[in-house]
């Protein structure tokens, strides 16, 4: 028979449906994301660490998973939260298999469409996953330990979440000559960074060296690099100052060496987060986060629209970007109006709060990688 498991909340809440994946507790920020696919892209997604994510699409699960799906090393989500969960038979490895293996636990089997309003009105609130016999579904005393679970929890911004998520140093050259060569180097500043990023870079020709979030400006500018991406992660970027600190050396690495011998810098989500204080702009909580791969965002410059693919929790306080910086909003998300990306006035350096490598979600915006490598091209000759 199904494990019972209940999900609480710290609004005093508690959700009583089926368990799946591991058999662990968990606890953490409770998100949702609307994307109809790519459940696994979003699981191994390092931007939800600390997360216990609800997919509003009511069936997961139908095409099972797979390695050239996985965006890192492992599942990041502390817990996954769907209304229907299904298997598969083709030879793939199914969704609950997946996450047993990685120690994650599931919960199917409740009103997912009630608990997005919830979250909706009340903003992202921590959450509890507590499992428990069957024969115990209901358990008032086992839901006021689950609501208990939830309001000890710490926030985000108490976890040392980018340094969780970060990887070692690697290089990873091109596997194919690009139409630019193989000779540029982009450095990649892995604040938990998605692997479609370097596919991007990488299948463009470029070699890439990532180096860990803990890296210094000057390990960074020690490979001579021709190009610089902060990457996605996640968490509150007002909670590591010390990358920010570094973000702001490479950028002033960048600004000193002006438009005589530019070196490009691409800054994505928690990237273009990091680089907007490292200018002296200030980031603030969305209520309840940008999730899912059908965000429309407008470009100012030549007022196209494109659907994007996001996961963050902050975005860029518009009015506090200093004048004297010289970057400029340059792109707005037309749901809610906020900052969705920055662009120096006169240098090659840029920003996107959404993911441009769009996996899960379009791939609309694959070009932000050709521009920025045409960038680094013009940059290098």
């Known amino acids: 028979m199904a494990r019972a498991a209940v999900l609480g909340l710290e609004d005093g ?50 095409y099972g998973t797979f390695d050239l799906a996985s965006e890192s090393r492992r599942p990041w989500v502390e817990a996954l939260v769907v209304r229907e969960i299904t298997t598969t038979s083709r030879g793939l490895t199914d969704l609950d298999a997946y996450l047993r293996a990685h120690g994650v636990p ?33 358990s008032h005393e086992v839901a006021q330990e689950a609501i208990a679970s939830a309001r000890a929890s710490a926030p985000l911004a108490q976890r040392p979440l980018v340094q969780e998520s970060t990887a070692p140093a690697r290089e990873v050259g091109a596997v194919r000559a690009g139409a630019r060569g193989a000779t540029l180097k982009i450095a990649l500043l892995d604040t938990g960074v998605k692997e479609n990023q370097l596919r991007e870079l990488v299948r463009r020709g470029a070699s890439v060296k990532a ?49 005589a011998r530019p070196l490009p810098i691409l800054g994505i989500c928690l990237g273009h987060q990091l680089l907007a204080r490292a200018v002296g702009a200030s980031t603030s909580r969305l209520r309840f986060g940008h999730h899912g791969s059908n965000h429309p965002v407008q470009d100012l410059r030549t007022g196209r629209v494109a659907i994007t693919s996001q996961n963050h929790e902050f975005q860029v306080d518009e009015a506090s970007i200093p004048a004297a910086s010289g970057f400029a909003v340059s792109a707005r998300n037309l749901n809610d109006g906020s900052v969705e ?29 050709d521009a920025f490598l045409s960038d680094v091209e013009a940059a290098a000759r």
């Open 13 to 62: 809440t508690a959700w009583w449906g089926e368990a799946f994946g591991d058999g662990s507790a968990a606890a953490g920020e409770v998100v949702f994301n609307t994307a109809m696919t790519g459940y696994q892209e979003v699981c191994s997604d390092a931007s939800y660490n600390g997360q216990v994510v609800v997919m509003t699409y009511p069936l997961i699960g139908n």
């Open 341 to 369: 990306g920055l662009a120096h006035r006169t240098l090659p350096i840029r920003t996107y709060q959404y993911h441009p490598e769009g996996a899960p979600g379009p791939h609309d915006n694959e070009p932000v990688f």
């Open 106 to 138: 599931g919960l199917s089997g409740i009103d997912t469409r009630a608990l997005v309003r919830r979250l909706r009105t009340a903003g992202t609130l921590r959450g509890a996953i507590l499992q428990v016999a069957p024969h115990l579904a209901g």
């Open 211 to 259: 180096f860990p979030a803990t890296a210094t400006a000057r390990e960074v500018l020690a490979w001579s690099p021709d190009g610089i991406v902060i990457t996605n992660g996640p968490g509150d970027p007002a909670a590591i100052p010390q990358v920010t600190a570094s973000v702001k050396l490479l950028l002033g690495a960048a600004l000193q060496r002006g438009s």
